[in-house]
C-alpha cells in the first residue's frame, strides 16, 4: 500500500515550473506557425498497427509499444505461432510524420491542398532510456503537403529565424539538397555511394583532405572519382559562390543541376526575405538521407554546446505507401527537449514563465471583504491568490516566497473599517494602499 | 499497400476546424485557471499497472489498456499462469485523478502546499465505442490538495461562473455536500442507504412523492424512516431557506450539521462574490458518491440540452492510497467533448476560431516583391499566406475560399512598377491600394 509511487523508466513528470517553460516554448512557436497559416490537427496516441509497421526500418518495428488488445486478448490465440501479433492490434504513435500522411490520404477530400498543418503531441518509443533519450518525448512538427514551390521552403527558413529570433537564440541554419549530393554521386560514377560521400565531406574539417581521401578510397571509390568531387570539398565563400562553383563540375547529372537550380532559387528568396540568422548550404548534412528528395534542413545554437534542434526536409512521395502516389512535401521538426536545455541554460526564458501569479492576498480572516477585490483584478487578467487558510502569516508569507509571488496584500479588520488594500511589493519593499474599489490602480502598481 | 488507412474504433483525428475550436475551449478554461494560480503539470501516459490497477473499481480495471512489455514479452512466460500479468507492467492514463495523487505523493518534498494544479491530457478507456463515448479523450482538470477551507470550493464555482461566461454559455452550477447525504441516512436510521436516498430524491420531480416513498421503502427503509426525510423531498427556495429549513431536522447528526455548516459557508462567499450563472443546492447529485466526502458540484447548461458539461467535489483521503494520508482535496473537470457540442449547438464559437489566416496573397509570378510585405505584416501578429505555386487565379481563390479567408491579394507587374500592394476584402467587394511598405495601413484595413 505504501510503497513509493513510481514512473515507468524513461518517462517523465513536469511540474508547474518546467511545464511553464515548455508551453512558452510550445505557444512561441505555435504563434509563428499561426501567422504563417498553418493548422494544427491531432490524431490518436494509438493508430493502428497496420499503420505503423514497415515505416520505420526494422529496428523501428521492435521500438513501437504495442497496446494489448482489449478484453480477452488471450482467449483464442494458436500458441505454435508467436503471439505478439495475435494479441496486439494497436500501437503508440512513434513519430507525427507517418500518422500525419495516414491522415492526408484518409481525408484527402476534405483537405483543401496545399495543406499546411502543424502537429505538437508526444511520440513513444521503446529506445533504452538514457541521458536526453526518452520513452515518451513531444514533437513540433510543420509540414506542407501537395506544392512544390522552393517558396515552401523559404516559408519554413523564414520560421525558424522568426522562433528563435523571439527566443532571443542565434542560430546558424543549414541547408543542404539531396539532389546535390546525388549528382556528386552520378558524375564520379558512383550513384550508390551517396552516404559514404557525404560522411566524407563532413569529415573534412576535423580530419583535413587527405584522410577524407583515403577514407572514400577505403569505402570504394577510385583515384579519379575522388579527384571529381576534391573541388567540392573545399568549397568556401558564399551560398552564391558554392552554387556557382559546382555547377561547372556538375554539368553531367541533371538530378545534380535541378538540385542546384533548386538551392539558387531558395536562396535568392532568402535574401529577398532579409533572414536575421546565419544560413548556409552545407554539403554534409547527411540528416534522414533515406526519405528526403530535395531540401535538407538543419539548426545549430550558436552559443551553446548541443546536437542538431531543428531540422527537417522535402519528400516527394509521403502519402503513396497509404496509396496516394504524387504527393510532395515539405516541413520541420522543432526538438522541444533541447530547446529547452539552450533556453535554459542561456537564460533566456521570461521572468514571466516562473511565476504567473502577481499578487498573493493574505489570510486574517477576512476573506469575504477581499474577494470581490480580487474578481475585479481577475477580470482584468491579472493572475490573483488568495490564501484559502486563515493561518500564521509566516506560513503564508512562505508560500509567496516559495510560489515566486512577487506582491502581497495584508488587510486586518483596519482596513476593512477604512475600506481599504494595502499592497507590498516583496522585492523592493515598497508599500502602496488602495481604496477597495481602485481595481486599475492596483494593476497599475503591480504590472 | 493501397488498403485505405484507418483509425482503432472509439478513436479519432481532429482537422484544423475541430482543433481550433477545442484549442478555443482549453485556451479559455486555462486563461481562468492561471488567474487563479493554478499551476499546469504533465504526467506521462504511460503510468505503472501497480499505480492504475485497484483505483477504479473491478470494471475500471478491464477497461485499462495494456502496454506489452518492450523486447520478447513473452520470452519466459509461464503458460500455465495467466499471461496478461507477466507480458505487461504499464497501462495507459485512465484518468487525471490517480495520476495527480501519484505525483503529489512521489513530489511531496517539491510542492508547495496548498497546491493548485491543473492538468490537460488525453486519457483512455477500453470502454464499448458509442455516439459521444470515445476511448481516448481529453480530460481538463482543476484541483487544490492541502486546504481544508471553504474559499477552494467558492473559487471553482468562481472559475465555473467565469469559464462559461466567457463562452456565453448560460449555465445552472448545482451544489450538494456528501456529509448532508450521509446524515440524512444517519437520522432516519438507515445510514448505509445513502445511495438508495439520493437516488429517490434525484426522481423526485418525475415521479412524484407517492412512488418516491415506495421505492425507498422497497429499499429496505421502514415508513418511519421515509416520514423523517419527506420534509427535504420538498425543499424550496434558496440556499439559505434549504439550509434553514433542514437544520432542526438534522439535529441528531454530527455529520449532517457539518454538512450544513460547509454549504452555509460556501453560499456565504458565493453571495460576496457575485456569482452571475445560477448557484443552487441540489440533494439529488449522486455523483462521485463513492469518493467525494464534502462539497459536490455539477453543471449544466440552461440552453441545450446535454447530460453534466462539468462536475467535481471534494475527497478527503486522496493520496492515502499511496501512502501520504491526511490530504483533503478538492476538484472540478471540465468535459471538453460535450463543451464542444453545446458552443457549435448554441453558435458561440467565435469568428476568428473559423480562419486564422486573414489575408491570402495570390501568385502571379512576384512572390520575391510580396515576400518583404508579407514580413513586416507577420511581424506585427498577422497571419498571411503566400499562394506557393504560379497557377490559375481560379485555384487561388477556391483556395481562399475554402479556408475562409476574407482577404485576397492580387498583384502582379503593374503593382511592381508602382510599389503598391491591393487588398480586397472577398465578402464586401471592397478594395484598397497600399503602398507596399504601409504594413500599419493594411492591418487597419484587414482588422
Redesign the interface.
Known sequence: ????????KG??????AE??A??YIFDTIR?VF????Y??????????L??LLGKYGEEGD??L????N??D??ANVD?TRP??PQ????G?RYDLTVPFA??V???QN???F?F??YQIQ?V?R?DRPQKGRY??FYQCDAD?IG???Q??E??LV?IVD?VFRKFGVRVCIKINNRKVLTGLAEICGFPDKVVDITVAIDKIDKIGMEAVEEEMISKGLTPEAVKIIEPVLTLKGSAAEKIAAMRPIMGSSETGMKGLDELEELF??IE???IVNEVEIDLSLARGLNYYTGAIFEVKALDFQIGSICGGGRYDNLTG???LPGMSGVGISFGADRIYDVLSGLGKFPAEVKS??KILFA?MGE??YL??VI?AL??R??????Y???TKLKKQFD?AE??GIPFISINGSDEVAQGIVNIKNLESGEQKSFAKDDADGILAFVS
Not at 500500500?1 to 515507468?8: D, N, T, V
Not at 499561426?34 to 497559416?37: A, D, L, N
Not at 487578467?381 to 488568495?386: M, R, S
Request: proline residues 6%; charged residues 20%.
Open positions: 500500500m505504501a510503497q513509493k509511487p513510481s514512473i515507468p518517462t517523465r513528470d513536469f511540474g508547474p511545464t511553464a515548455r508551453n504563434s499561426r501567422t504563417y497559416g493548422s494544427q490537427i491531432e490524431t490518436p496516441a494509438m493508430e493502428n497496420s499503420t521492435k521500438l509499444f504495442r497496446i494489448l482489449s478484453g486478448a488471450f500458441n503471439l505478439t494479441v496486439c492490434e494497436k503508440l495516414r491522415f490520404v484518409q481525408h476534405d483537405i483543401c496545399p499546411r498543418r508526444p513513444w521503446a520513452r515518451e506542407v506544392s512544390t514551390s517558396l515552401n523559404l516559408e523564414q522568426t535568392g528568396f529577398a526575405a532579409g505507401i497509404f496509396g504567473s501569479t489570510n476573506a469575504a474577494i470581490p474578481s481577475r477580470s487578467g491579472l493572475a490573483c491568490e488568495l484559502t487558510d486563515k508560500y516559495r510560489k
